[in-house]
């Protein structure tokens, strides 16, 4: 038998119960992201249609300590939540893009990474 070969033994029923959790969670995750998506793209309309400043770095500066003193008070990296963070941004940013070209032409300001 190669390395490559699945094992015959069988999946502790612990490690089942814990799948099905993982499996919750993942969906869960993508539900929120979802609805979060949702809210940052209603925002984004507005900024674009009201003409307010995009960029709020006050505001950035805000949520990355907010998000940093999450992560350490769950016990989660504050590295990796920043870069989870940071993947969020640069939908968001791509979002605000699409939103802002179907406004073309309304002297839209830069993308607000935080809505």
């Known amino acids: 038998m190669s390395d490559n070969e699945p094992t015959s033994v069988p999946v502790p029923s612990e490690i089942i119960r814990l799948r099905e959790s993982i499996d919750n969670i993942d969906a869960a995750l993508v539900y929120l992201l979802a609805e979060r998506f949702r809210v940052t793209r209603r925002v984004g309309e507005l900024k674009a ?3 307010l400043p995009p960029a ?3 505001r950035e500066q805000e949520q990355i300590a907010r ?3 999450i992560a350490e008070e769950s016990g989660l990296d ?3 939540a920043e870069q989870f963070r940071q993947f969020i941004v640069s939908e968001v940013i791509r ?3 699409l939103i802002a070209a179907q406004h ?3 002297n839209l300001p830069e993308v607000d990474t935080y809505a």
């Open 49 to 51: 249609v009201g003409g």
């Open 56 to 58: 709020d770095p006050a």
């Open 67 to 69: 998000l940093t003193r």
């Open 78 to 80: 504050p590295d990796f």
């Open 95 to 97: 979002h605000h893009e």
């Open 104 to 106: 073309k032409g309304e």
